[in-house]
């Protein structure tokens, strides 16, 4: 309407929390955490799909394919297609990342047992663990799962929408971050408690994960709150939390990392892109908070997009 703001709900942030990007990026980015009940972007990735990531798990070969992986993005910044030997861009890449076998980068498991945390970052050793597991669905990680939580790092590639999501956000920041997968049996708690150095989205995907907000001594409880299945969390870097699977059924969530580090060209091309056909994006563009306590203050002054697209055309 003439007169009146119209406010940006198209973004990747208005389907995760169905607000206006615009009033994300201004009022609680970097600030405040947020709950949003049954998002309106809901992930295809269940627990069987995460299952499946690993269910011929081989460390060699996965060790193997990552490294000819990590040469192929350092030499060409693309994809390296292994049966045509040549490089490939865009939607052709992003089909050889979802159909490679490396769909995620690495994966370890962890679990605290009487506030006392293990975790485990050997392939092999992780490798073992699996060989040892009869692990095909929910049900088997219930029972057989030993309080174990696997976590998939990178694991944006393992299908085409996460990997488009993945791109959305990274253009709508402008700064770099990473889909982590991690799947927990009932009644278990992964990691101890702890505060990220970066923003995260956490979108729950199957079973019910309650997560314990701290205050900064990492002592007393700020909030506790429980996700559903198409519930989405967000948490600005420096909140303590830890999470505890809750219910009788397994849990599966995605969380998305923001890192606040230096600009890439990389970066402010995928932003430039993603604005180009609609200048009415807006987008906060923000600082590296120098530490935890900083990351909860208002920055102020933000980079909008739409200020950045004029200054790059």
């Known amino acids: 309407m003439e007169g009146e703001e119209i406010r940006n709900f198209r973004g990747p942030v208005s389907k995760l929390l ?41 460390a060699d070969l996965h060790e193997e394919a990552c490294s000819k992986r990590k040469l192929s993005y350092g030499e060409h910044s693309a994809v390296l297609d292994d049966v045509s030997k040549e490089v490939a861009f865009g939607a052709r890449a992003t089909q050889i990342w979802s159909g490679s076998s490396v769909n995620f980068w690495s994966v370890a498991i962890c679990r605290t047992l009487a506030g006392s945390l293990e975790r485990l970052e050997d392939h092999k050793y992780v490798a073992h ?34 990997h488009s999501l993945h791109h959305a956000l990274w253009a709508c920041f402008g700064v770099s ?67 505890r699977s809750a219910g009788s059924a397994s849990s599966l969530h995605v969380t998305m990392s923001v890192y606040r580090g230096h600009f890439t060209f990389a970066g402010l091309l995928a932003a430039w892109l993603e604005v180009r056909p609609s200048p009415k994006v807006t987008c906060m563009i923000l600082p590296r908070p120098q530490s935890n306590k900083e990351s909860l203050s208002v920055y102020p002054n933000p980079i909008r997009k739409d200020k950045l697209r004029n200054n790059l055309i």
């Open 18 to 58: 169905g607000v206006a990007e615009d009033d994300f990026l201004e009022q609680k980015f970097g600030t405040h955490w947020l709950h949003a009940k049954a998002s309106a972007l809901r992930l295809p990735f269940s627990v069987e799909d995460c299952l499946s990531l690993v269910s011929d798990f081989d």
């Open 177 to 243: 971050g990473d889909f982590n997968v991690y799947l927990t049996p009932p009644g278990s708690q992964g990691l101890a408690p702890h505060a990220d150095r970066h923003d995260v989205f956490v979108a729950q995907q199957e079973g019910e994960k309650t997560w314990t907000l701290l205050e900064p001594d990492q002592v007393r409880v700020l909030e506790n709150v429980t996700l559903l299945p198409g519930d989405v969390l967000y948490l600005p870097q420096g909140v303590p939390h830890y999470a």
């Open 129 to 162: 663990i699996l060989r040892e597991l009869p692990l095909r669905c929910s049900e088997d990680l219930a029972l057989h799962g030993r309080n174990w939580t696997f976590i998939f790092n990178k694991a944006h590639a393992a299908k085409a929408e996460l």
